[in-house]
């Protein structure tokens, strides 16, 4: 249980002087360990080495020297956006919200404090830390980063280049997309019903003129992005689910993607398949290998844009009244769809800066 991690690690000093136990900690919670069987020496545990980046539930402050937590918090405290930006994993919104939080609360006094970022948990704080101690020139590996959540593999530059993507979630009875650009601001957030999904036998006729429908009200955007899911082929009972999931997938891609005769390889595909357990992850809603729902952090994300200055998301306010009440717990307005289409295009955004 993560509420008594504290109580497995309880110190072994005063009775063994040279060996501690390893235990076993919650594996939902970023300071979890990895299970192992063994014991490990006392002072390598009271070492001034940096921590490492495995999710270790020693506190941050006593995994480094004096000197170095005042390295460390020199820069976090008054270092320019730009150059917290260059740091391993602050390019993007966690750069920002380092300036958001110092200018609201005062500078870092200790390096546990870095945690209350947002976006900035242990695990990702001990990367950043040991990055501001070790600066080491980055090595180019976006093909192989970016292949991770993104299929067909693309050229970074093609995305980075992109000012704005339609982000678009097929259910088992209706599409939603949402519309995001660069600079984090929803354009158009929707979703249609479709009357024909999982009737009987799959007419194609049926399937088209629903998919249809809906690509005729898509907005222009340099991408399409379509979320690809991840059902078990060893659940036989999901196989109606699946083939209904294919199925409509292929007809976006098909109607989306422009046909170029011949085909130019200096073109990039305009419609491309995000991983929806990359999304997951991104957001901490992976239990095991299900997703749980994201609606909390949608509506935390529409209450941000009213109170924020710098809101991770912004909404144009038709659209946060439209919306105010369909993410609420036991609402029956169907409103998963609509959910995830908005954080496969944020997780799309913030993953890419990361990468």
Request: proline share 6%; glycine share 6%.
């Amino acid at each position: 249980s993560g509420g008594q991690s504290g109580l497995l690690r309880r110190s072994l000093r005063g009775s063994l002087p040279e060996l501690e136990l390893r235990y076993l900690q919650c594996t939902c919670c970023w300071r979890s360990r990895i299970p192992v069987a063994g014991f490990e020496t006392l002072n390598a545990s009271l070492s001034s080495e940096p921590c490492k980046d495995d999710g270790s539930s020693r506190p941050l402050d006593a995994c480094y020297t004096s000197e170095q937590r005042a390295a460390i918090l020199q820069l976090l405290n008054n270092g320019s956006p730009a150059e917290l930006a260059s740091i391993k994993l602050l390019r993007g919104r966690k750069s920002i919200n380092i300036v958001e939080h110092r200018s609201k609360n005062g500078p870092f006094k200790s390096l546990e404090s870095v945690v209350d970022v947002p976006l900035l948990k242990h695990k990702s704080a001990v990367v950043v830390f040991n990055s501001i101690l070790n600066p080491v020139k980055k090595e180019r590996k976006v093909r192989i980063q970016l292949a991770r959540f993104i299929k067909p593999e693309v050229d970074r530059s093609w995305l980075e280049e992109a000012s704005s993507l339609v982000s678009i979630v097929c259910g088992t009875n209706k599409i939603a997309w949402a519309h995001v650009d660069r600079q984090m601001m929803v354009l158009d957030w929707q979703q249609q019903e479709c009357p024909n999904f999982l009737k009987g036998t799959y007419m194609a006729s049926a399937y088209l003129n629903d998919v249809s429908a809906v690509v005729s009200l898509l907005p222009p955007a340099s991408f399409y992005l379509i979320e690809k899911s991840s059902i078990s082929v060893q659940n036989t009972a999901l196989f109606p689910v699946m083939a209904h999931m294919r199925t409509v997938e292929a007809m976006l891609f098909a109607l989306l993607e422009p046909r170029i005769t011949p085909p130019e390889p200096n073109i990039p595909p305009r419609v491309l398949n995000m991983m929806r357990t990359a999304v997951g992850r991104h957001f901490g809603l992976m239990v095991g290998e299900s997703r749980t729902s994201g609606a909390q952090i949608v509506r935390q994300m529409m209450t941000e844009s009213v109170t924020e200055k710098l809101p991770r998301v912004n909404f144009p306010q038709e659209l946060l009244v439209k919306y105010r009440n369909y993410f609420q717990m036991g609402s029956r307005r169907g409103g998963d769809e609509l959910c995830d289409a908005l954080l496969q295009a944020v997780a799309f955004y913030e993953l890419l800066c990361e990468s």
